[in-house]
């Protein structure tokens, strides 16, 4: 018992900060609605961004797989698990993502653990945002390569890390979007340093695909660098509506990943039926970018009307909206009582975002409708004055 005596301590030291993390049930299918711990509440916290999570087209095509295949693959893909439906959407990955081939992989956490240790060993260097995701960071520590942190989306700082820091192989790695502020790294500058010193180029897409680009083909079609970047990381978990993840770039890179990357040589792959849902979402989005102009038209309207409420929504450029509050307790608060109200928005502190930059991370979607915006505007509007935060 006295062995783990920490975990009662550490428990409490976080519940007096107001950090410990409230995990509520979700007991209906993902929608601009949901119902959570039994009550109907205006779904303001899920990063199902165009509404696919319940979408007739992606259910069909997942009912469709499960009859065919069955419900899991067997194996791991290298052994006898690599089924058609993984195979086709490899491929209409790639296409939407206008890349040689990509490999698809069990979820966007595991893409970043399988590529950066295939790309870099012991005697490497990486050069990483500060502010990337967890993922990135698990990957990069996986690799064994030494790892530079540059200030976030500074490329002078890039540049000064990389003139003082020799290696084997070097590679720069940041997130597309970044998931807590909703701000966009400068990926045309940070490829003219790469250029320039010759480094390996990782980008996740994990929040710009179905976003960001030509009918949300993602951050690098945004910045005209089609085909520059060597790999692109993704996930199928937000946009897409699903679950998974990849990596997308030439075919002989994809190819190393198929030889070397651990995931997918030790962990077995996803079901069918979660693979055909994935690519239905991709040939809705191949199909039309309506869905996509719908997202961008709702958070603009959304975070226009936050600011004119008087609340500070960061600098986030995309429909990632931030809602700064600043002390952890006040953000727990601020979220419990709009959940009273009928508005899910979780209250995000550290170690997810830097201590004192507590914040309710409001995510707007294709799927609310004006009114579900409006409802949700209220609700802040009367919970924030209540709280004095506005
Ligand atoms: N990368 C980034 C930038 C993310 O925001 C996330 C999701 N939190 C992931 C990777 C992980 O994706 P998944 O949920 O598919 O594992």
């Given at each position: 018992?006295?062995?783990?005596?920490?975990?009662?301590?550490?428990?409490?030291?976080?519940?007096?900060?107001?950090?410990?993390?409230?995990?509520?049930?979700?007991?209906?299918?993902?929608?601009?609605?949901?119902?959570v711990?039994?009550?109907?509440?205006l779904?303001?916290c899920?990063?199902?961004?165009?509404?696919?999570?319940?979408?007739?087209?992606?259910?069909?095509?997942?009912?469709?797989?499960?009859e065919?295949?069955?419900?899991?693959?067997?194996?791991?893909?290298?052994?006898?698990?690599t089924?058609?439906?993984?195979?086709?959407?490899?491929?209409?990955l790639?296409?939407?993502?206008?890349?040689?081939?990509?490999?698809?992989l069990?979820?966007?956490?595991?893409?970043?653990?399988?590529?950066?240790?295939?790309?870099?060993?012991?005697?490497?260097?990486?050069?990483s945002?500060?502010?990337?995701h967890?993922?990135?960071?698990?990957?990069?520590?996986?690799s064994?390569?030494?790892?530079v942190?540059?200030a976030?989306?500074?490329?002078c700082?890039?540049?000064?890390?990389v003139?003082?820091?020799?290696?084997?192989?070097?590679?720069?790695?940041?997130?597309?979007?970044?998931?807590?502020?909703?701000?966009?790294?400068?990926?045309?500058?940070?490829?003219?340093?790469?250029?320039?010193?010759?480094?390996?180029?990782?980008?996740?897409?994990?929040?710009?695909?179905?976003?960001?680009?030509?009918?949300g083909?993602?951050?690098?079609n945004?910045?005209?660098?089609?085909?520059?970047?060597?790999?692109?990381?993704?996930?199928?978990?937000?946009?897409?509506g699903?679950v998974?993840?990849?990596?997308?770039?030439?075919?002989e890179?994809?190819?190393?990943?198929?030889q070397?990357?651990?995931?997918?040589?030790?962990?077995?792959?996803?079901?069918?039926?979660?693979?055909?849902?994935?690519?239905?979402?991709?040939?809705?989005?191949?199909?039309?970018?309506?869905?996509?102009?719908?997202?961008?038209d709702?958070?603009?309207?959304?975070?226009?009307?936050?600011?004119a409420?008087?609340?500070?929504?960061?600098?986030?450029?995309t429909?990632?909206?931030?809602v700064?509050?600043?002390?952890?307790?006040k953000?727990?608060?601020?979220?419990?009582?709009?959940?009273?109200?009928?508005?899910?928005?979780?209250?995000?502190?550290?170690?997810?975002?830097?201590?004192?930059?507590?914040?309710?991370?409001?995510?707007?979607?294709?799927?609310h409708?004006?009114?579900?915006?409006?409802?949700?505007?209220?609700?802040?509007?009367?919970?924030?004055?209540?709280?004095g935060?506005?």
């Open positions: 018992m006295s062995r783990l005596g920490f975990i009662s301590r550490e428990t409490a030291l976080l519940a007096e900060q107001g950090l410990l993390i409230n995990i509520r049930t979700v007991s209906s299918a993902q929608g601009p609605w949901f119902d711990d039994g009550k109907r509440v779904n303001l899920s990063n199902n961004y165009l509404g696919f999570a319940n979408d007739p087209r992606l259910k069909s095509a997942a009912r469709e797989a499960l065919r295949y069955g419900v899991g693959p067997g194996a791991v893909r290298t052994i006898a698990g089924m058609t439906p993984h195979v086709d959407l490899e491929r209409s790639a296409e939407f993502k206008e890349t040689e081939d990509s490999i698809f069990q979820s966007g956490f595991v893409a970043n653990q399988a590529v950066i240790p295939a790309l870099v060993g012991p005697d490497d260097v990486i050069f945002d500060e502010l990337n967890a993922s990135i960071i698990d990957g990069c520590r996986l064994g390569a030494r790892t942190r540059y976030h989306n500074d490329v700082s890039l540049e000064d890390a003139k003082t820091t020799p290696g084997r192989r070097r590679l720069v790695v940041t997130d597309g979007v970044f998931s807590m502020d909703g701000d966009i790294a400068p990926l045309d500058d940070i490829m003219t340093v790469a250029d320039r010193y010759d480094l390996i180029t990782v980008v996740d897409d994990a929040h710009g695909e179905g976003v960001l680009g030509r009918g083909r993602g951050i690098v945004h910045f005209g660098l089609t085909g520059r970047f060597d790999v692109e990381i993704g996930t199928l978990s937000k946009a897409f699903v998974g993840g990849y990596a997308a770039g030439s075919r890179t994809i190819n190393w990943f198929k070397k990357a651990r995931p997918f040589l030790f962990s077995t792959g996803l079901s069918p039926a979660d693979v055909a849902a994935s690519m239905a979402a991709v040939r809705v989005l191949q199909e039309s970018d309506e869905l996509v102009k719908r997202l961008w709702n958070a603009a309207y959304f975070k226009e009307n936050m600011r409420l008087g609340y500070d929504t960061g600098m986030s450029r429909p990632i909206t931030p700064m509050i600043g002390d952890a307790s953000s727990s608060e601020l979220s419990r009582r709009l959940f009273a109200e009928g508005v899910f928005a979780q209250s995000i502190g550290y170690p997810t975002v830097a201590r004192g930059k507590a914040r309710i991370r409001a995510m707007i979607s294709a799927a409708s004006r009114e579900d915006l409006d409802y949700g505007l209220e609700r802040f509007a009367k919970a924030g004055r209540d709280l935060v506005i």
